[in-house]
């Protein structure tokens, strides 16, 4: 090993706390549950949450899971171009979008379904996307959530913009910017970083740090830890259990009422796991081990929260069975919509591109339904 | 009745749109207390705030990103790329971002955002203050892009483009910012997605946008004291183009020769040879020829009157048009 390899490893352990579940080697790591579902506490972030709050915690990352898995299987069955697995990051996802208030607005990457899902978007409206149907088939102003950003990291720069909106109009409300490990390298989300600090924008940056930007490991995007970025930009960077639920909907609740107070932008590494490949298209086994996998199995976000609720007694079997039967039933409904769905007409390409369509963008949608009606009849 | 130039128009629309609409911000790199490079926001800031006339970060893509939040919010950002040569690095939230949401969204994300872009050379400056990169925008589907060449379309366009529902690159020809012209600012403005006969003429027609239409107003000049009569059309709007006047004219000379500084290949030059040729095939006496920049890159200002097309390259293309 040569000394630059020893001193990137002592700057950056690639995965931290790998081979040990409960990932000791990170004292800044803000946890509420352990691996175990053990609740535990943390200084600075309280949670208060009641049993109901808990449950449906528990309700809406098994039903994200439950999607999750109905759209690969739809995938590979050739019902869905691609699918963008979250397995792995129900948590982070969920407990950043619960997090969120009325009025406040998200702008999510092509991987936050959970986040979707807590802001009321029909689950189909994300399918109709990835089976070529349309860009996303919600209203992003009625759901408070914008549509998907395929490019890496251009949305942090729109919900920094959204924020200084909000600023102007006197709003006591908050963008919250979703990115992951690998969008930390572009240099928009450097801007919009740059941005937010500058003119103290309520805007929250939340970072799945899912270990992988599709093959590349985190220690090529970063040779210090993600959340101590935000130092060098001038606001607080935190580091969070993403696969721990409450932990993330506090840490998130904390950053997000202080930009709603003026008190500016908060970086947070919601530090996770892609258990699943990055696309349909991806196969991990050619960049990861297998044991790297099976360490994550071990800090399951969704089993924890079921240990502890069980532990508890907060829930029991009968709950968990309903939850099953419900995300069964979601899936189905994801499914027979999903075959059902329609194909667009292709006229619809030329309808919106414009607010005001031109003269030369008419003239091709009419000649292009001139040319397909000389085939009707032949 | 005002005598403006152009620089000053654009100011003065400028504070008009800010004026009718307070949802208008403008964004910008040295804008605020300095009023921009060229000045065209002088005074602006101090007016209407810093919340206002807003002093950005130096960063290209941070001022188009943020503007797309902004206009998400319900804003109409104006933002100023200082020179032409510095707009690439926001050209991927321009190309990706801006032009695409409106039709990504279905129509629910509108994005009336403006894009003022100083243009051109011919004022002797270093690297990258001199390009003419319109064709990028024109070739981008969701973009509407014009170029303005008079005081009155200057002061009319830029409020008619920051109330447009849609973006607009708005280039203005930077070498003519301190020309003069006359601008009734109680008129009536002509359409902002329009081209203009500007002279008319019966052997050739000649079209230009931006600084090139003084070009061929002083090429028409030259031409009519040996004889020749020249029928100057100034484009005005690069993306939709309106050429209907264009083929109009065309059908009368059969000849047709289009100047701009950018570069000839894949130019705005070639899309308009190519439509003249489909509506007017049987009316040209001769091809359309194109007068533009060479294709290298922008050279050294000792060698651009060499680059730039000038009224005697114009008068070239006229005698290679009328010996055909």
């Not at chain 1, 009025?103 to 379904?113: I, K, L, S, V, W």
């Not at chain 2, 500007?198 to 002083?218: C, E, F, I, S, W």
């Amino acid at each position: 090993m040569t000394a630059l390899q020893q001193k990137t490893t002592e700057v950056v352990d690639p995965v931290p706390g790998a081979g040990a579940p409960h990932l000791p080697d990170q004292p800044d790591l803000v946890q509420l549950l352990t691996p175990e579902g053990e609740r535990v506490e943390h200084p600075d972030y309280r949670l208060d949450i009641s049993d109901d709050e808990l449950r449906g915690l528990y309700r809406d990352l098994a039903l994200v899971r439950r999607w999750d898995a109905e759209a690969t299987a739809l995938q590979r069955q050739g019902e869905l171009g691609i699918w963008a697995s979250l397995l792995g990051q129900e948590a982070a996802q969920v407990g950043a979008g619960r997090a969120l208030v009325d009025g406040d607005m998200a702008f999510p990457t092509y991987r936050e379904h959970g986040v979707a899902w807590t802001r009321g978007v029909d689950p189909l409206h994300v399918m109709s996307l990835f089976r070529g149907v349309d860009q996303g088939g919600w209203d992003p102003v009625a759901r408070s959530f914008n549509l998907y950003t395929v490019v890496i990291g251009a949305q942090t720069l729109h919900a920094t913009g959204y924020a200084m909106g909000l600023q102007r109009d006197g709003a006591e409300n908050a963008a919250l910017a979703f990115l992951g490990d690998g969008a930390t390298s572009q240099g928009e989300v450097n801007e919009a970083m740059i941005w937010a600090a500058t003119f103290a924008a309520p805007v929250v940056f939340f970072c799945q740090n899912n270990q992988y930007a599709i093959s590349v490991p985190i220690e090529r995007q970063s040779r210090v830890p993600l959340y101590q970025r935000a130092a060098g930009f001038g606001f607080p960077g935190v580091r969070v259990d993403g696969n721990d639920v409450l932990a993330v909907l506090a840490v998130t609740r904390a950053a997000l009422a202080a930009a709603r107070e003026g008190s500016g932008p908060t970086f947070i590494e919601a530090f996770t796991y892609r258990m699943g490949a990055h696309t349909t298209s991806d196969d991990p086994t050619r960049y990861r081990l297998a044991g790297e996998l099976e360490e994550w199995k071990l800090r399951d976000p969704i089993a924890r929260l079921k240990a502890h609720l069980s532990r508890t007694g907060i829930a029991g079997p009968e709950f968990f069975a309903a939850v099953d039967v419900e995300g069964d039933e979601l899936a189905a409904r994801i499914r027979k919509g999903t075959l059902e769905m329609p194909d667009p007409a292709g006229t619809e390409m030329f309808d919106h591109v414009f607010a005001e369509q031109t003269p030369e963008l008419a003239q091709q949608r009419a000649e292009f339904v001139e040319y397909h009606a000389s085939f009707e009849g032949n | 009745m005002q005598t403006l130039t152009i620089g000053k128009a654009l100011n003065l629309g400028l504070r008009k749109a800010m004026e009718d609409d307070g949802k208008v911000v403008l964004m910008g790199e040295d804008i605020g207390k300095l009023g921009g490079v060229f000045r065209i926001t002088d005074g602006l800031q101090k007016d209407f705030g810093e919340a206002r006339v807003v002093d950005t970060p130096l960063a290209e893509a941070g001022i188009l990103g943020t503007a797309v939040g902004l206009a998400m919010r319900g804003y109409r950002p104006v933002c100023e790329i200082q020179f032409d040569g510095f707009v690439f690095p926001a050209y991927n939230q321009i190309v990706t971002q801006v032009a695409k949401i409106h039709a990504r969204s279905r129509g629910k994300l509108p994005m009336p955002i403006v894009i003022r872009i100083p243009f051109g050379g011919g004022i002797g400056a270093v690297e990258h203050h001199s390009e003419s990169p319109e064709a990028y925008f024109a070739h981008t589907a969701g973009l509407k892009v014009v170029a303005v060449s008079t005081p009155a379309d200057a002061y009319w366009g830029i409020q008619q483009a920051i109330a447009a529902p849609d973006p607009v690159v708005f280039f203005e020809p930077k070498r003519r910012y301190w020309e003069k012209g006359e601008v009734d600012t109680d008129g009536t403005p002509d359409p902002l997605f329009g081209s203009r006969v500007v002279r008319g003429g019966d052997d050739v027609t000649v079209l230009a946008y931006g600084p090139m239409v003084k070009t061929a107003l002083q090429a028409a000049d030259a031409a009519a004291e040996e004889g020749r009569s020249l029928e100057v059309v100034d484009l005005r709007t690069l993306s939709p183009l309106d050429l209907d006047p264009v083929y109009e004219s065309v059908r009368r000379t059969g000849r047709c020769v289009v100047v701009h500084e950018a570069p000839v290949t894949l130019g705005l030059g070639a899309e308009i040879a190519a439509r003249v040729t489909e509506h007017c095939f049987h009316s040209l006496e001769a091809p359309v020829l194109r007068v533009g920049g060479y294709d290298t890159p922008y050279p050294p200002s000792k060698m651009e009157e060499d680059y730039l097309p000038d009224l005697d390259r114009v008068l070239d293309a006229v005698d290679r048009a009328m010996g055909f």
